[in-house]
């Protein structure tokens, strides 16, 4: 490898088992530009397939498997309660990332003695512009079912997908989250979808955006807030570099990489036609196919692509490579190129040793 990896325990599988979906979102990746796709779902002989393929590629590589489960709304895949079963009995800890529509006291039960730890949810502005992206009565839906993923003893995962249309919104966001317990809560940019290139924010007002909702969480965990702030956009590491929050440990090593964008490093990508994917936000990232080859083979050779960190044009000049290097899938949204400059980030010169990025 052209990098040595910071090798974490939990390898994550993004593991989309079924296209169906009770909604139709504007940013949708799946059906963006064409309503009238061909929905695919996994057998479960596939999905047995599956797994066997993953394990037998963190038994190579020393990892242990983490799925998160998805879609579309994954409950509507027919073989979905046979899989959870499958988990359960290999204790494999799994995500599920779904939609509200299909959730009762009674699913959620049989979801926890299955295992599940976490259930994400999404909300992507105020009941109005939620409702605009997915569909009316949506906002509603997701709140009512939070107190009963936590009731089942499940924890509440909020995830908001930012764009220009709901950046405003982000502090009455964070607000609804508290006010209903979210035990989790994060949110990462658009990635653009067809003939989009930009998400109409620009870098500046970005990082004003992230001032204020730093401002909020600190506030919030300052009176023993409950709620988990992830800050998962790596712009965060800059935004806290520069506040002085975060250092570049004293120890770091030349070579290794550290956090930022898990392609490559971490996290794959598996659609229900078997199709595996860098990172689906990703759109041009398709590797292979894990019905055709050995997932171990796979990460060594198509995938390593996904792992030349000096071919990055701004980041790889920058101190914080190992660290940060933005959203590679924003920036491939608006230029096609992975490695391109990411469109929100602010920085314009390297720290230490001065040289412009």
Known sequence: MNNLINQKQYFSFQWHITDDCDQRCKHCYIFSGNEKKKTDSMSLEQMHDVIANCEDFCKIYNRLPYFYITGGDPILNPDFWDLMKILKEKKIPFTILGNPFHLNEYVLKRLKEYGLLKYQLSIDGMRKTHDWFRKKGSFDETLKKIPLIKNAGIKAVIMTTVSDINIKELPDIIDTVVKYGVDIFSFARYCPTDDDKDIKISPLEYKKMLAVCDKKFK???????????????????????????????????????????????????????????????????????????????????????????????????????????????????????????????????????????
């Open 219 to 357: 506030e919030y965990e300052k009176k023993g807030c409950s709620t988990y702030f992830d800050k998962k956009d790596h712009l965060w590491t800059l935004y806290e570099y520069e506040n002085g929050e975060f250092e570049i440990p004293g120890d770091a090593k030349e070579g290794i990489i550290y956090g930022g964008c898990n392609a490559g490093n971490c996290h794959i990508t598996i659609l229900p036609n078997g199709d595996i994917y860098a990172c689906r936000r990703v759109k041009n990232s398709f590797v292979s196919n894990i019905f055709e080859d050995r997932l171990a083979d796979v990460w060594v050779s198509q995938m390593e692509e996904y792992r030349e960190y000096d071919r990055f044009k701004k980041c790889k000049k920058c101190e914080l490579k190992a660290w940060c290097r933005g959203c590679p899938a924003v920036a491939c949204a608006a230029s096609k190129d992975f490695y391109d400059i990411d469109p929100q980030c602010w920085k314009t010169k390297n720290n230490i040793t001065g040289e412009e990025l």
